[in-house]
């Protein structure tokens, strides 16, 4: 089989034709996975900032209506809650909070890929943590660590950094206490011109990998689809263009067994073509030989 020439072309165009398309598969898979993160984080810089500015509405609103005073919107004399560990706290201000935020934190968690959105006060007092954070004291540590992470102080530098931060859509990464890793994005939030602390967006890096992966998947299945479909397709051409010459060379051997008297067609200019034409002038002077040599 592979002796044959067509087999030969199409096996080379074949392998060129893999080289190429697997540079332009890994080039797209790279462009479109940073492509897709940067939506993701693009979209949660967005809702960082959407967050603050709500946070800072709610607190300003309480204030107008009496709720408490600014002094007390900016409490920072913490009352411990007996039996935590970590350490939980109230303020003058957490009760009205876990009412009026709440339902609007947990609207951010719609996106799969947050996995918190909150507010902090710039020592990074967290009054109402979101509903899948607020589960049932059970007892146990580490499910309670994971399952009630409400009114705890995340003092810890990124958590910091991040309630202290003036900056737009300040993005980090965060080493979270649960284990997991993943990226965080705040936004200021201010409280009649002062700065209050700020909105933290957890922004999951295993589902922004997730995402990524199955986009890669998609576009290299669709790679592989193509080149299949190429294989195949150029077997068939490159086989069809070559077919041909199996036809001169079949007249060829004739014409070395003295087979002379059937005219080759000659049609096109190609290569082929003048194979054709070569074959018939070669025809017509054997044919002729082949008359004088009988008259003799």
């Known amino acids: 089989m592979f002796d044959k020439i067509s087999v030969k072309v199409a096996v080379l165009v074949n392998l060129v034709l893999l080289v190429v398309i697997a540079a332009g598969a890994y080039y797209v898979v790279k462009q479109q ?9 693009q979209r949660g810089r967005i809702e960082s900032m959407i967050g603050a500015k709500l946070i800072g509405k709610v607190l300003e609103e309480a204030i107008d209506n009496g709720v408490f005073t600014v002094t007390a919107a900016f409490d920072t004399d913490y009352v411990l809650i007996p039996g935590f560990e970590p350490a939980k706290y109230h303020t003058k201000y957490d009760f009205y909070l876990d009412k009026a935020i709440l339902a609007m934190q947990d609207e951010f968690l719609k996106d799969e890929s947050v996995v918190f959105a909150v507010a902090v006060d710039r020592n990074g007092y967290l009054p109402t943590h979101n509903t899948r954070y607020q589960q049932p004291i059970s007892g146990d540590q580490q ?3 994971v399952g009630n992470r409400t009114k705890r102080i995340f003092n810890d530098p990124i958590g910091l950094k991040a309630a202290q931060n003036t900056e737009p859509a300040f993005q980090q990464v965060y080493h979270r206490d649960t284990g997991e890793t993943m990226w965080d994005i705040s936004s200021p939030i201010y409280v009649k011109g002062k700065h209050w602390g700020g909105f933290r967006i ?5 589902k922004i990998e997730a995402a990524k992966t199955e986009l890669k998947n998609t576009l290299m299945a669709i790679m592989i689809g193509i080149l299949l479909v190429s294989l195949v397709m ?10 041909p010459l199996t036809h001169f060379t079949r007249i060829a051997g004739e014409l070395a067994d003295g087979k002379v008297e ?10 082929i073509a003048q194979l054709a034409d070569v074959l018939e002038r070669l025809r017509v002077s054997l044919k002729a030989a082949m008359d004088r040599l009988s008259r003799k």
């Open 262 to 271: 059937q005219k080759i067609e000659v049609r096109g200019r190609d290569e």
């Open 143 to 145: 499910r309670d660590l």
């Open 234 to 243: 150029v077997f068939v051409v490159v086989n069809g263009a070559l077919r």
């Open 33 to 41: 996975g940073e492509s897709l993160e940067d939506q993701l984080l």
């Open 202 to 206: 957890g922004f999951s890096l295993q």
